[in-house]
Nanobody, 113 residues
């Protein structure tokens, strides 16, 4: 059974940074493309970033240059480094494994002064 467990969310001031982690189990992680999505209050879930098996990242325009997605296959973990956070970054952030469409439970990020 595949499981994805996110961590690293919290409260941060505008302009601050957070690093989210997503640990995968129950699968061969290195062969899976992964993604990060977010859902703000009252809004639909949206794409944030994706990373291929060869560690090529792709980002939505609004986070390009501020967020970095990476992976450590030895630790079965995908990361999302978020810098220069803005209040509109407040959301629940979800990890996604595209193979058979698995999702984590989400981690809350709140950007507020």
């Amino acid at each position: 059974q595949v499981q994805l467990v996110e961590s690293g969310g919290g409260l941060v001031q505008p302009g601050g940074s957070l690093r989210l982690s997503c640990v995968a189990s129950g699968t061969i992680f290195s062969t899976k493309a992964m993604g990060w999505y977010r859902q703000a209050p009252g809004k639909q879930r949206e794409f944030v970033a994706t990373i291929t098996t060869t560690s090529t990242g792709n980002y939505t325009d609004s986070v390009q240059g501020r967020f970095t997605i990476s992976r450590d296959n030895a630790k079965n973990t995908v990361y999302l480094q978020m810098n220069s956070l803005k209040p509109d970054g407040t959301a629940v952030y979800y990890c996604r494994m595209y193979y058979q469409d698995y999702w984590g439970q989400g981690t809350q990020v709140t950007v507020s002064s």
